[in-house]
Structures are given as structure tokens and as C-alpha cells.
């Protein structure tokens, strides 16, 4: 059973940093891709950045320059480093993995909350 973990979120004020950590039950690899999304209240879920098994990257228009993705195969973890943070960036952040005749799965979500 695959499980996604995440961790990470907070409040932190605009111009600040977070990372947040996705931890799967499973080897990475066995995904076809690795994402991070969000939503924030009222919205729908946007995809923010995705790395896919073969290491290409992309990111939203929005995120592009301040925030990374990367990954860990030791610890079949992801991370989404955040930099430069807006107030827009507010919302619950959700890990995603994806095998492509296998399922979707999520992780639970995490907040993160962008304030002075």
C-alpha cells in the first residue's frame, strides 16, 4: 500500500523559506512522476512543480525561480524548497505520485501560511 507523507508546513512571514518533505512508503522509482500541488480555500488544486522518473523537472509560471524540487532515492523522499514567499503562496500543499497504470495517489496535505 503506498502511503505519501508530508511535512514540513508553517507560517512564516512574506520573504521568508520553507521546505517541505514528502516521504513514500515505496521506492520513488516505481512512480512514473512526483508532484507537489496546492489549493487554497475557494480555489482548485493547482500543480506546482513535478519531477518526473527520468529527473525532467517543471514548475508552474508562478513558482518558477523561487521554488525547487527535488528528491532523496535513499529516503524515497521529495522535497519542494520554497524561497521568496508570497502571500499567495498560501494554501495546503499536497504530495502526488503517479504511476501511470497504477494509480494516483495523495498525501494528506500541509499547511503552509504566508503572513506578517
Known amino acids: 500500500q503506498v502511503q505519501l507523507v508530508e511535512s514540513g508546513g508553517g507560517m512564516v512571514q512574506p520573504g521568508g523559506s520553507l521546505r517541505l518533505s514528502c516521504a513514500a512508503s515505496?521506492?520513488?522509482?516505481?512512480?512514473?512522476?512526483m508532484a507537489w500541488y496546492r489549493q487554497a480555500p475557494g480555489k482548485e488544486r493547482e500543480l506546482v512543480a513535478r519531477?518526473?522518473?527520468?529527473?525532467?523537472?517543471n514548475y508552474a509560471d508562478s513558482v518558477k525561480g523561487r521554488f525547487t524540487i527535488s528528491r532523496e532515492s535513499a529516503r524515497n523522499t521529495i522535497y519542494l524548497q520554497m524561497n521568496s514567499l508570497k502571500a499567495e503562496d498560501t494554501s495546503v500543499y499536497y504530495c502526488?505520485?503517479?504511476?501511470?497504470?497504477?494509480?494516483?495517489?495523495w498525501g494528506q496535505g500541509t499547511q503552509v501560511t504566508v503572513s506578517s
Open positions: 502526488n505520485a503517479l504511476r501511470t497504470f497504477g494509480g494516483n495517489f
Open positions: 515505496v521506492n520513488i522509482f516505481s512512480f512514473n512522476a
Open positions: 519531477i518526473i522518473s527520468d529527473g525532467s523537472i
